[in-house]
């Protein structure tokens, strides 16, 4: 019988940001990843369809802590410039971290129409 793992999603996409954010998208492994956490891929494929399934999670909050950044930059006591400027560097660090990786996972075969709708958003 399995033992249950407390906080296995959270620990998935925290030890699979680290994965993705050192080797890439296309290098990024579930079965490392699952070994790495300590757990059979089973738990992987119960909170994640795929691989992309979980790159796409990573993504997302990581847009949802860019967009409250520029929020809170909006609210400093800031000038105009500083507020602007601010933001601009909020978004120049998002595109940095992913830009090769969202390339590569719109290159992968199945993501493409996935990865036009994301992009949208």
Same mark, same amino acid.
């Given at each position: 019988m399995?033992r249950?793992?407390?906080?296995?999603?959270?620990?998935?996409?925290?030890? %699979?940001?680290?994965?993705?954010?050192?080797? %890439?998208?296309f290098d990024?492994?579930?079965?490392?990843?699952?070994?790495?956490?300590?757990m %059979? *891929? %089973? *738990?992987?494929?119960?909170?994640?369809?795929?691989?992309? !399934?979980?790159?796409? &999670?990573? /993504? $997302?909050a !990581? +847009?949802?802590?860019?967009l409250?950044?520029? &929020?809170? =930059?909006?609210? !400093?006591?800031?000038?105009?410039d #500083?507020?602007?400027?601010?933001?601009?560097?909020?978004l @120049?660090?998002?595109?940095? *971290?992913? &830009?090769?990786? +969202? /390339? $590569?996972?719109? =290159?992968?075969? #199945?993501n493409?129409?996935r990865f =036009? /709708?994301?992009? @949208?958003t």
């Amino acid at each position: 019988m399995s033992r249950p793992i407390n906080d296995a999603k959270n620990k998935l996409l925290n030890c %699979g940001k680290e994965l993705l954010l050192q080797n %890439g998208y296309f290098d990024l492994s579930i079965t490392k990843l699952t070994h790495i956490c300590h757990m %059979g *891929t %089973g *738990t992987f494929y119960h909170y994640f369809s795929s691989k992309a !399934d979980l790159v796409v &999670d990573i /993504v $997302q909050a !990581d +847009w949802e802590s860019t967009l409250n950044s520029m &929020d809170n =930059a909006i609210n !400093d006591k800031t000038s105009l410039d #500083g507020k602007l400027r601010k933001i601009y560097e909020i978004l @120049k660090l998002f595109n940095n *971290t992913y &830009d090769a990786i +969202w /390339v $590569q996972f719109g =290159a992968e075969r #199945g993501n493409i129409e996935r990865f =036009a /709708v994301i992009k @949208k958003t």
